[in-house]
T-cell receptor, first 112, second 110 residues
Framework: NAGVMQNPRHLVRRRGQEARLRCSPM?????VYWYRQLPEEGLKFMVY????????ESGMPKERFSAEFPKEGPSILRIQQVVRGDSAAYFC??????????FGQGTRLTVV | AQSVTQPDIHITVSEGASLELRCNYS??????LFWYVQSPGQGLQLLLK??????LVQGIKGFEAEFKRSQSSFNLRKPSVHWSDAAEYFC????????FGKGTRLHILP
């Protein structure tokens, strides 16, 4: 995984709570992507960020979801007021300039 | 619009047999192409990639893939599969934004 750390690995939230998913790429990998994977489906692109900038958020739901990648610290995917349909595996990928993307192990979110 | 099609949802082959997983893409320019493998409950591991140059690319674990521009394809092959190859395989395309196919789940018969 070339040092892409995601935490937590598993997250359980009650409906209406907030979920915060963290992704720490290795040093020098300033391009970060978030994907959502539902059972029996591929990975759905959500958002592409570079340090402090959102490059492409065409896959993000319009409400409740937000992402950031601050100058210091990990990238955060935040889901407010979670609903059962948010239950999925969320993967972060990171890359440097002109390199392939390396994936983290994912965060499995369960909304109860 | 960019898209990736993996026409086979499931494939079953016998251990030791050859394997080919199909991937077709739609992309506006010369694409970057990737194959990833995912074991249950795990993240994705890059098997191989095509950026430019030789259209036959070698990857890890004995896999190879061939880029055919005329067919918009990037099929993954392995001459002889092992039981440990059972997993889900994803084809992906893109440069800034990487788009994935829906995956092909590979089953291996002993």
């Amino acid at each position: 995984n070339a040092g892409v750390m995601q935490n937590p690995r598993h997250l359980v939230r009650r409906r209406g709570q907030e979920a915060r998913l963290r992704c720490s790429p290795m040093k020098g990998h300033s391009h970060v992507y978030w994907y959502r994977q539902l059972p029996e489906e591929g990975l759905k692109f959500m958002v592409y960020l570079q340090k402090e900038n959102i490059i492409d958020e065409s896959g993000m739901p319009k409400e409740r979801f937000s992402a950031e990648f601050p100058k210091e610290g990990p990238s955060i995917l935040r889901i407010q007021q979670v609903v059962r349909g948010d239950s999925a595996a969320y993967f972060c990928a990171a890359r440097g300039l002109n390199t392939e993307a390396f994936f983290g192990q994912g965060t499995r979110l369960t909304v109860v | 619009a960019q898209s990736v099609t993996q026409p086979d949802i499931h494939i079953t082959v016998s251990e030791g047999a050859s394997l080919e997983l199909r991937c077709n893409y739609s992309y506006g320019a010369t694409p970057y192409l990737f194959w990833y493998v995912q074991s249950p409950g795990q993240g994705l591991q890059l098997l191989l990639k095509y950026f430019s140059g030789d259209t036959l690319v070698q990857g890890i674990k004995g896999f190879e893939a061939e880029f055919k521009r005329s067919q918009s394809s990037f099929n993954l092959r392995k001459p002889s599969v092992h039981w440990s190859d059972a997993a889900e395989y994803f084809c992906a395309v893109g440069d800034d934004k990487i788009i994935f196919g829906k995956g092909t789940r590979l089953h291996i018969l002993p």
